[in-house]
């Protein structure tokens, strides 16, 4: 356990600045990254998978929706 805790913590201490900005638009700026980076990893995983396919829907078309969705927010 020791072990992995001493990298762990020597790793948040190199945390970008950038990071550190805890304002409310920050927050909101990297949550809203990361939900896009976790939607497009889910979407391509399905695609890899064939799900996508299967359930009669096209990639393109659901990347190009997941634009559009995140085009709207500032």
Do not use: Y
């Not at 638009?25 to 391509?44: I, S, Y």
């Amino acid at each position: 356990m020791g072990e992995f805790n001493a990298p762990l913590v020597l790793r948040f201490g190199s945390i970008p600045e950038h990071l550190r900005n805890t304002s409310r638009a920050a927050v909101e700026a990297r949550a809203d990254g990361f939900l896009l980076a976790a939607a497009v990893t889910g979407l391509a995983v399905l695609a890899r998978a064939g799900r996508l396919k299967t359930l009669g829907f096209d990639e393109e078309a659901l990347l190009e929706r997941l634009e559009k969705r995140f085009a709207a927010f500032p």
